[in-house]
């Protein structure tokens, strides 16, 4: 799901073409995220368990903060990410914290990930229609400009014909003077 998670976020935020460096971090993240599946399946349980903590708890705060940084460039697919991640991002820290001995073993403290990935998915869910619907909107002005431009070489062309007719008219008349 973290995996899932960044590959998602790298193509929402555009990350590979905006901040290259910050994407290499994330490609990090995912290795490390396949080291720990390694882990997990050679049977070091705790280990991988511990680490999954640790690098989900930093991945979260690294999206976290590349979501703030593009928020503030006025960037709005981030602005709903930064919000949704924000949710998730304090389901994980319950959850860590819970892990750690922090905060008891209680309905909230055992589903925090699940509930922050329920708002998380909802928000995301409302960014993406959001997108779609700014991708439609500029489409339709991208059509109706070109359809301007189409009608303002229709009526160019209207017009040199105009003149051609016209042309050919006085030569006609001069030629029939003529003979």
């Known amino acids: 799901a973290n995996i899932a998670t960044i590959l998602f976020a790298r193509v929402f935020l555009k990350i590979p ?16 995220y396949g080291a720990i599946l390694l882990l997990t ?12 903590d640790v690098i989900s708890f930093l991945c979260s705060f690294a999206l976290w903060g590349i979501a703030i940084k593009y928020t503030e460039l006025g960037d709005r697919p981030a602005k709903f990410f930064l919000i ?45 229609a959001d997108t779609i619907n700014q991708y439609r909107a500029e489409k339709e002005q991208s059509q109706a400009r070109a359809l301007e431009v189409s009608r303002e070489q229709e009526q160019l062309v209207k017009n040199q014909n105009a003149i051609l007719e016209e042309r050919i008219q006085e030569r006609t008349s001069k030629l029939q003077t003529l003979n």
């Open 17 to 32: 073409q905006r901040t290259p460096v910050f994407d290499k971090v994330l490609v990090g993240f995912i290795v490390l």
């Open 84 to 128: 949704s991640w924000s949710f998730f991002l304090l389901s994980i820290i319950v959850h860590v914290i819970r892990d750690f001995g922090g905060l008891p073993y209680n309905f909230l403290t055992n589903n925090s990930i699940l509930i922050g990935s329920a708002v998380e998915i909802a928000l995301l869910s409302f960014a993406l």
């Open 41 to 52: 399946l050679f049977g070091l349980y705790n280990v991988s368990y511990i680490l999954t």
